[in-house]
């Protein structure tokens, strides 16, 4: 038991050392501004792994969430996961991915953000994988890794474009360098970010990575999958924003891709029957919903709603691990009328549900507010999104909200109220340990502090209030008709067959391709050598043919050389 | 009439032919004909052909004399090496030492030849005791039926030659190769017809080359002859026929290079190809470096085709200096192999690195000298200096033809070394205490491969000094 | 008289010298082939030689050395001849190849 | 210095094989570990900047051909030696083992030495003679200590594909020595036929498709310091070659985009082709033809950048493959066998130690940032979307969208060994053990060489960093 409270006093170490210095920085003036060393030069350097670290308020925050759910995660982990077998490398990774996060967010060296971007995708692969018996595990985290790492392809280029646009590699200097040579390269940067974070972020077509990386540890869902590593995306996006600001065609593309998305998770998660996968696609739709105000011109609503959907999000995925702990399936069907039996977990939980729904005075609200907001006020600007595509796109966002509100109340009613399933005991449902408890009722908590001081939008406010309770209306009213919301729409449980393309397209395509290039690697490259040397073989045995011991034949032999060889010689001449 | 000899350059052929003489009364009127007796009045004849080509070096010219010393070196290394068939009771001594120096004669007449009557006459008295003395081993039939390969194919391209010396003659009306070069200078002679001349001419040298087409007889002559009569013909006869065929193209041919140019460039590109690949398929020692040596002749005729150079005279020389060495090191090795265990067999060579280093070490030495392969650096080196005026005079292809052929030709220099490096089969062969000639013969092999291995350390001894 | 004729006449004989290399069976005939072959090269020489006028006659000299020759190599050819016929009984090539 | 740094270790090797006999295996390996380990500190004293040819030794050798023993460290050079003889070293470690046969040793030694002299000689000619000078002894070490069926047939099939390409290399020195001269520094030459024989002869030993069908046969037969020495060294005097030879040839530039096409051709092809392997050894040869061909891709743009990228990417390849072949020679020593089938799942719980490293290695492979795996694809990605000198737009970026497909490939490939072997379900077996104490010492120090390199680029960049002249390459 005590050695588990090492790697919680290790984390805690971490995130007392990032408080210390994320925490002064909350104050600072600015939203990325301008400060620092940096110039151009004649042409990027060789790329060099030099800390650099500094810290913008908003990475501040960034940082904050990360350590605090991080440490949160791993104190709620000593009581969930600690008698695992493998609990220490698990605690290890999950520390390790703290620095990746850390290294991504406190950096202005762009190497450096993308040594931490990919060593948390390492650290996510391990962890879904943590349970490598299992081949849903063994599935999920080479889809995960294959998925985001392919997408890191377009960050890499990314990177090189920005350097080769602005002589720098240091996010700083090549701000500097295009606040004085003006902006380059927009469109192919801006693509080329979103490239990578449509994969990390799980957007809308490579979205189907994330809920099939539910099999890892719940905590771990927690923690990367809801709190930090997706959320790394939005940030990364916010982080570069100066670079595609101008380029309409990048923000269109998000804002596309964010619309998308949004609704697309939402649906699915209507109509989940399980708990955890239902969180997974709500991940996916908020996440889109922070592109939507990045794409909108407004990447500081983003990261707002990213800190407050971190918090809620994490608090959700913990307490569906205290229902999983308490019914051992994630399978809503297994759960229903745990009310009272886990009192705290069904409060808190209560709270986080409120704040995806968007209830005030939840941070979920707020934030959601600010994102529908800054897609409302950009309607009409210069530059930025055409009118058109803002109005549906806004459009798009309160559906979105409708859902995400029914959706919400759904999996809250089935999860807590109802009937209790026929094969569980009644003492099945018991509460969950305090170490577990403790970090829920921390989030919780912070789910209602966050909102202190956010602003707060009247018209747009009052609409996505009544919209939300709309939604929690239609599901509730139904619940008291007496349906058990268990909707099954073929369609959308299939998840339209988004996953067709990455699950058994491209393996067949791999396999298949594979195959032949194996057997013409074998058959069709090698034939130059074999052919060569089965010529060889051959003339050395008509060679041999030739050696008869017959002395007519040697001078019939020569006396045809002569021959030849005159008359090549006469005709050359 | 007058007619004037050039006795500092006939000199050393002259004491060759001598010692011959020498040999064969010592063994007639010597009642017991033992190989000693014969051997030594060689030896010494050898010996002092050298000084006395040495002496004379400046009038025979630095590349004559440069191939006279090849000839020399190298009969002398099949003389001592010889010693090892005294005990063979079919080999008359006398003969044997007269037919090897007459032969020798003839090979170092060749190369001081300045007239197409010396060459013949000197082609025919390295041929006809060549011959002879292929099939001298009596009652062997193998033997004997190789020296009739050997005859027939010798006589008709000898008869070929001569033809090609009497068109020659038509066309140019004189004998000697200064004068020819400066009939064939002239506009008005009949092109085709020289052509056809210097085709004819150049096919008895390379009959002695062994270029393909006019190989065919050296895999059954080295086989069915004993060893170190065919390191005899591998080494000393090829070196005459490479010098004459240097020295009559550079100094009498010059003008009608568009003939010979293209053909030597095909020839030697064929003659290494169909060496290598005849080689692939050996399982004898002999027949491997029968074959090997028809490829070897392949590198030695292509930089010819830079015959008009500096360098195009000088590096098959070099190259021809190396391979003569390393080949009688190889062919000596082998010839004591064949005393002791009765047979040259690749398989029967396996482990004698383990078994018998002192002989072992010098075949993979000699292999890898011949393969052009490191340690052996002076292989490698002469193969690059006769690649170098290949490339000079812009025949790229027939250096690349060369590179692959080095490539084959280390597929079955390969497979001899590391049969010799294998783990042997069986129990190790334990020779009886070896007779002083064997000794002799080990002697040779080791002084060579030292030699070889010095060059390897230090081939500036080579390229600077020869010729 | 042209030079035409004794080249003709040489070329047939060279011909008719190597036909008879070629396709003769018996070791001795072939030797007479080769013989017809260097004659044909001595007509050759001693042609060129008068139609020249060469005053050092060295055509004529080299048909003296290439008469010589052809002797050597026809005595050193019947030896050969003997020590086959001794050794496999028999002078027909294509049974000595055997 | 340099003498000594080459001589110590072909002495000793020669030694060891002569007396092979009177030492037994370990003590032969740790003399010999010991003597590599003295060429390595030699070589690591010998630096003096980067500005200049370290240690330099310049003596006539052939007057008449322009060839001299001239030995030097330079910047490019510099990192090849110290990974070979590091390399070098480890191998002697790997062999402190009961079963060792001295001659192994003396081979490892011998073959060491000779590559160290390729990438010590700045004489063209002396560069070919210790190229070709290691051919041999590898024949032996994969034709008599490789395990499975036709090592011979792998060994001369090496052998004869790298002679082959050889040969052509020195037809290509001889074109150059010709006009420009056989001195590194000084030659320079406008020959169409230099640029394609050395590229083509190159291509071979590197290898680049469709050049490569020697490799997997010998890779996979090879014993396991045969196979790290061939991908960890032996590639590397191919990519040495091209990287030496590029800059001393005006018309490398005709031929550079056909080169820069067959490096990410290879690249793709490689990646399929590891995709469909059950046999590890077989899959990590056939990765390094695709690291190759970044390596490859590179040098043809011959840029600053590419420089950097090779010079790196071959390092990292060297420790990374070096890593890679450790490991997987640790479970044929366990398992008879490098099958993936045969091995079986869940290695984390059967040998987690060895699982971890495999693992590890695996992800540095496939270029993970923060390992030494990533600098070398990831400059080599910058120098083809530079462009450079030599390559026109759309051969370069062509080549780069290969390679990111290739980069793709990679990950699928090792997460798909990594499922195979790593994770799944454990079934025990006999064999089942994990690193005992010689393994865990030399799979640690790659490890450590390949984080440290990773993590901290600096040492190996800071020699192209700022781009100016690269002492020893005419440039």
Known sequence: MSRRWIYVALTAALATAASIWAVPRLDEPGWFAYVGQGGAGDGPPLPSLSPDLFLYPVSAQVVLLAVGVGLLVQIYSTAYLGHHPRYRSYALIIILFLVGMIAVVGTTNLWVLLVGWEVMGLCSYLLIGHEWQTAEARAGAAKAFLVTRVADLGLLLAILVIGETYGTYDIVGAQIASSQDGVASSTAIGLLVLVAVVGKSAQFPLQTWLPDAMPGPTPITALIHAATMVAAGVYLAARLFPFYADSTVVLTAMAVVAGITMLMGALFALVQTDLKRALAWSTVSQLAFMFAAIAAGDPEAGTDHLISHGVFKALLFLGCGCLMHAVGSSALAAMGGLRRSMPATFWTMSIGFAALAGVIPTVGFFTKDSVLHAIEQSAGEDGGLATGTTYVLLGVALVTSFVTAAYATRLWLRAFFGPVPDGRQEHHGHEAPRAMIGPLVVLAVATFALSIGQPFHLGIGVVGTVIAAGGIAVVVWSWRGGSTLEWTTRPLTAELGLDRPFTSWAPAFARGVSRTVVDLDRDGVDVYPRAGAGVAGLTSRALELVQTRNVQRYATVIAVGVLVLVVAAVIWT | MNIPIDWSLVAPAVIVMVGALVALLVDAFYPRRTWLGSGLPSTGALVVAGVLAHVHRDDIGRLSFALVAIILVGSLFVVVASNIMNFETAMPPGEFHFLLMSAAAGAVLMVVARDLVTLVISLELLSLPSIALVGLRQGDKVAIRSAWTFFLASVVSTAITLMGISLLYGVTGSLDYVEIREALASPEVPQSVVAVAVVLTLVGLLFKLGAVPFHVWIPDTYVGTSVMVAGFLSAVSKAAALGALLILVNVAFPYAYGTWQPLLAVVAAVTMTIGNIGALRQSDAIGLLAWSSIAQAGFLIAPSVALLTTEGLTAPVQYLAVYALANLVAFAALSVVLRLRGSTRIDELKGMVRTDPWMGIPLVFAALTLAGFPPAVIGLVTKYVVIRPVVDSDHVWLAVVMGVNVMLGLAYYLRLVVTLCDQPDGEPYVSPSPPVSVRIAKTTVLLGTAGLIALSAWPDLLLRHLP | MPLLYPLVLASALFGIGLYGVLARRNAVMMLLGVELMLNAVNLNLVAFDAWFADVVHSGQVLTLFTITLAAAEIGLGLAIILALFRALRTVDVDEVGR | ?475
């Not at chain 4, 550079?256 to 590891?274: D, E, K, Q, R």
């Not at chain 4, 743009?301 to 990374?320: E, K, N, P, Q």
């Open chain 4, 1 to 475: 210095m340099i003498v000594t740094a080459l001589a110590v270790p072909f002495v000793i090797g020669l030694l060891l094989m002569v007396g092979r006999a009177r030492v037994s295996g370990p003590v032969a390996a740790a003399i010999g570990a010991a003597a590599m380990t003295v060429s390595l500190l030699l070589y690591a004293l010998v630096w003096e900047g980067r500005d200049v040819v370290s240690g330099e030794v310049d003596t006539s050798w052939i007057e008449p051909l322009g060839a001299r023993l001239h030995l030097g460290v330079t910047a490019v050079s510099w990192p090849f030696l110290l990974m070979t003889a590091f390399i070098g070293v480890l191998c002697c470690l790997w062999l402190v083992a009961r079963d060792t046969a001295p001659a192994l040793v003396g081979l490892v030694l011998v073959i060491s030495a000779s590559s160290l002299g390729v990438f010590s000689s700045l004489d063209l000619l002396l560069f070919f003679v210790f190229f070709e000078l290691a051919l041999i002894p590898m024949w032996f070490v994969i034709a008599w200590f490789g395990t499975g069926d036709g090592t011979r047939r792998a060994a001369t099939r090496f052998l004869l594909f790298t002679v082959a390409g050889s040969a052509l290399v020195l037809v290509g020195i001889v074109v150059i020595g010709l006009d420009g001269g056989l001195q590194v520094d000084e030659t320079v030459t406008g020959s169409l036929a230099a640029a394609v024989l050395v590229c083509l002869g190159f291509a071979v030993k590197t290898p680049i498709v469709p050049l490569h069908t020697w490799l997997p046969d010998a890779h996979s037969t090879a014993p396991t310091v045969g196979s790290v020495l061939l991908a960890a060294v032996f590639l590397k005097l191919g990519t040495y070659g091209l990287i030496l030879f590029a800059p001393l040839m005006d018309r490398f530039a005709d031929v550079a985009p056909y080169l820069a096409i067959a490096g990410v051709v290879g690249i793709v092809w490689s990646g399929f082709a590891c995709y469909g392997q059950d046999d590890l050894k077989r899959l990590v040869a056939y990765s390094s033809i695709g690291h190759m061909g970044f390596v490859v891709l590179a040098i043809s743009t011959r840029s600053d950048v590419g420089l950097a990228a090779a010079v790196f990417g071959s390092v990292a390849h060297g420790l990374i493959t070096g890593l890679l072949f450790f490991t997987a020679g640790s479970l044929k020593d366990r398992f008879g066998t490098a099958s993936m089938a045969a091995i079986g799942r869940g290695l984390y719980g059967r040998t987690p130690w060895l699982a971890v490293t495999f693992v590890l290695a695996a992800v540095a492979s496939l270029g993970l940032p923060g390992l030494a795996g990533f600098w070398g694809e990831l400059l080599s990605l910058r120098a083809a979307y530079e462009i450079g000198d030599v390559l026109t737009k759309p051969v370069a970026w062509t080549a780069l969208a290969l390679a990111l497909v290739g980069v793709a490939l990679t990950t699928a490939y090792f997460v798909r060994a990594i499922r195979l072997v790593a994770q799944g379900e454990p079934v025990e077996q006999d064999a089942d053990r994990d690193l005992d104490r010689r393994e865990a010492v030399v799979l640690g120090a790659l490890v450590v060489a390949v984080l440290v390199l990773g993590l901290w680029p600096a040492p190996i960049l800071d020699l192209f960093e700022p781009f100016t002249v690269v002492a020893g390459v005419a440039r």
